[in-house]
């Protein structure tokens, strides 16, 4: 064991600076294996020796143990200290410079120690790209198989947490390699790329090549497998891809849905609002509405409070859907929905509410709804302390008023000061309405764009 490191450094810059090359790489290894015992100073103090190693010796050999030592002392300190000395010290457009002519071991060692540095040191990315380290990596992903594959994928992976890397790779012809990204790798680089193709699937046009490189398979697979954060990123990285068109209808056939179901059981606020968001985004398909309802009812019939209330949320939602409306009576939900507005905490009975007055619009669900008890249930929250309960249950009352074989059902409703309120307001809205289209009717094609700020 070495007890006097000042020592010790000095015995170590005078062999690398007089020896010969293999002294040089014993020394240099032997470096490297203690950087797991060696104080933070020395290997400090240690790095631009390193680094003018490895840019000025003539032999590749020694160049090689020079990166491997650096490799190593990467990955040591407390957060990314020693990674981002490395980087500013200039080792990596070094490494860059030399990785352009290395082949075999050499190149494998360079390849290895950029890993390192990009990993571990944030700000080393930036360095990378800079010095045309991200052309030359996708440059090397369309030549390379094997194992150093991976580690230039991680690379990659690395990079693309930066924006302007996201902006340009497209250009570059990296998106594939992106994607690939996804599937290989350790699982912190998969959920970064997974993360990378989430923002890049915003934009229209890009999503339609993810759909097309096959971004979804490869998303729901990291999906299964990641751990409780790779599972948050991948699940808003895959609603984003699955909202493209082509993806919607497969999207319930390769299983996805219960992976949603599984966020929104979760106790995570954020995995449940993607769920929420997703499913809804999912339901304009009839097949995706059909599997949704019925987790959804699943849920509903659990005693998961916090469940239950993001899943009243979703069938809310999806009640405002016309062809969703169906599949959510035939799903079994509307006794449930009612056994919960009289029963239900206070947020889960907001949810339900609004979901019911949503349904009652369809004749259908009105039937469903006065066999299920839901009447007595709602002329009672007319009066309720909660001004949103109290809409929600004029709102659907008012429907069933409009029903001429409902109507002597609530006429104890008529009475009630909030029923009246949401009355008079519905007319208010369809007289705005109707002034709103006859103004329109009236109006020229120059009133419509006399301001140049309209057209």
């Known amino acids: 064991m070495i007890t006097n490191w000042e020592e010790s450094f ?140 991976r580690y230039l994928l991680e690379i990659l992976s690395a990079l693309t947490l930066l924006r302007g890397v996201r902006r340009v790779i497209m250009s570059l012809e990296g998106l594939r390699f992106l994607v690939e990204a996804v599937r290989f790798g350790g699982m912190a680089s998969r959920e970064r790329a997974a993360h990378a193709v989430g923002c890049l699937g915003v934009v229209k046009a890009v999503r339609r090549k993810l759909v097309d490189l096959g971004a979804m398979q490869m998303l729901i697979e990291l999906f299964r497998e990641g751990d409780a954060s790779t599972k948050l990123v991948t699940g808003n990285a895959l609603g984003v891809v699955a909202s493209h068109i082509a993806c919607i209808r497969p999207f319930a056939q390769a299983g996805a849905i219960p992976l949603y179901v599984e966020l929104l059981k979760g106790h995570d606020p954020i995995g449940k609002e993607i769920a929420e968001d997703v499913f809804c985004v999912l339901a304009v398909a009839e097949v995706n509405a059909v599997a949704i309802a019925e987790h959804l009812v699943l849920i509903l019939k659990g005693n998961d409070e916090e469940a239950k209330d993001a899943a009243a949320d979703i069938l809310w939602d999806l009640s405002s859907y016309n062809h969703s409306v169906p599949f959510i009576r035939n799903s079994g939900a509307i006794p449930i929905l009612v056994q919960l507005l009289r029963n239900g905490s206070s947020e889960v009975r907001d949810k339900v509410s609004g979901a019911i007055a949503q349904l009652s619009y369809s004749a259908g669900n009105r039937a469903a709804l006065v066999e299920a008890g839901a009447v007595p249930v709602l002329i009672d929250m007319l009066v309720d302390e909660l001004e949103g309960l109290r809409e929600n249950a004029a709102e659907a009352l008012i429907s069933f008023s409009e029903d001429a074989s409902l109507r002597n059902r609530i006429s104890e409703a008529f009475t009630v000061t909030s029923f009246q309120e949401m009355q008079n307001r519905l007319v208010e809205i369809q007289n705005s309405d109707v002034h709103m289209a006859r103004s329109l009717r009236q109006m020229s094609i120059e009133h419509l764009t006399w301001d140049p700020d309209m057209i």
């Not at 020896?19 to 100073?41: F, G």
């Not at 050999?61 to 407390?78: D, T």
């Not at 030399?98 to 060692?109: C, G």
């Open 10 to 149: 000095n015995l170590f810059q005078k062999v690398v600076s007089s020896s010969s090359k293999a002294v040089q790489i014993r020394a240099l290894i032997k470096v490297a294996h203690l950087s797991n015992s060696a104080p933070a100073d020395a290997l400090a103090r240690a790095v631009p020796i390193l680094t003018q190693i490895l840019d000025s010796s003539s032999s590749p050999s020694v160049q090689e143990a020079s990166a491997y030592c650096l490799k190593r002392i990467a990955h040591q300190g407390n957060g990314d200290r020693m990674a981002t000395l490395i980087g500013q010290y200039g080792a990596i457009p070094i490494i860059l410079r030399l990785l352009q002519h290395s082949e075999d071991r050499f190149q494998w060692v360079l390849v290895k120690c950029l890993w390192s540095l990009v990993t571990f040191g944030k700000h080393n990315r930036v360095i990378v790209v800079r010095n045309g380290g991200l052309e030359m990596v996708i440059s090397m992903l369309g030549l390379c198989t094997g194992s150093m594959r």
